[in-house]
């Protein structure tokens, strides 16, 4: 089973600044890594696929890079809305698929 | 518009049985893989298990820590899914979440999600 882990776990960022977030996996992926994000109360939604793609209806400021086993997401400027939990998750090898651990991105 | 509502949730004694329902419209559902991912009070996402579309034999994957406890079945004239879920321990409270597969017959990628269902093992 290939391990997620993510960086940090609790990131302070003001609104409109760029916000930075760290996946690694436990062994190389190639580019079959996709990030969600998770507000309060809610499912997970689809972000990024294929490291560094957009899902549907997704805004240009959220960008995904990365390929191995060393993953970033970024966002370019922090709205509002922006404010949640972001989770890698790896489907390179399966079953299972495995998500990392999670980093809130909160208000400094 | 794709819709995934999970049901079924609730409270349940330690090695008794609960089936969770996963209802769906809005896209040709016997064309899909669903998937079971839960989230325990305040922690990450694990994935329980898929079911992949009858076009791949509508075969079935679990995670280690539910295999042999928890089954995966679909209803394609009803656009339904079910996680039936025995001999429950309290390792098994979480909320269960329903995922679509994001094109047709994937199953490692989730697009649409269901609102989740809590379920709760306790005496």
């Known amino acids: 089973e290939i391990v997620m882990t993510q960086s940090p776990a609790t990131l302070s960022v003001s609104p409109g600044e760029r916000a930075t977030l760290s996946c690694r996996a436990s062994?190389?992926?190639?580019?079959?890594l996709a990030w969600y994000q998770q507000k309060p109360g809610q499912a997970p939604r689809l972000l990024i696929y294929?490291?560094?793609n957009r899902a549907t209806g997704i805004p240009a400021r959220f960008s995904g890079s990365g390929s191995g086993t060393e993953f970033t997401l970024t966002i370019s400027s922090l709205q509002s809305e922006d404010f949640a939990v972001y989770y890698c998750?790896?489907?390179?090898?399966?079953?299972?698929?495995?998500f990392g651990g999670g980093t809130k991105v909160e208000i400094k | 518009e794709v819709q995934v509502v999970e049901s079924g949730g609730g409270l349940v004694q330690p090695g008794r049985s609960l089936r969770l329902s996963c209802r769906t419209s809005?896209?040709?559902?016997?064309?899909?893989?669903l998937n079971w991912v839960r989230q325990a009070p305040g922690k990450g996402l694990e994935w329980v298990g898929f079911?992949?579309?009858?076009?791949?034999?509508?075969?079935?994957e679990y995670a280690a820590s539910v295999k042999g406890r928890f089954s995966i079945s679909r209803d394609d004239s009803k656009s339904i899914a079910y996680l039936e879920m025995n001999s429950l321990k309290a390792d098994d409270t979480a909320v269960y979440y329903c995922?679509?597969?994001?094109?047709?017959?994937?199953?490692?990628?989730?697009?649409?999600w269901g609102q989740g269902t809590l379920v709760t093992v306790s005496s």
């Open positions: 062994q190389s992926l190639s580019s079959n």
């Open positions: 995922s679509r597969g994001w094109v047709p017959s994937a199953v490692d990628l989730f697009d649409y």
């Open positions: 809005g896209f040709t559902f016997a064309d899909y893989a």
């Open positions: 079911i992949r579309n009858q076009a791949y034999g509508g075969t079935t």
């Open positions: 294929g490291a560094s």
């Open positions: 998750q790896q489907y390179h090898n399966w079953p299972p698929v495995t």
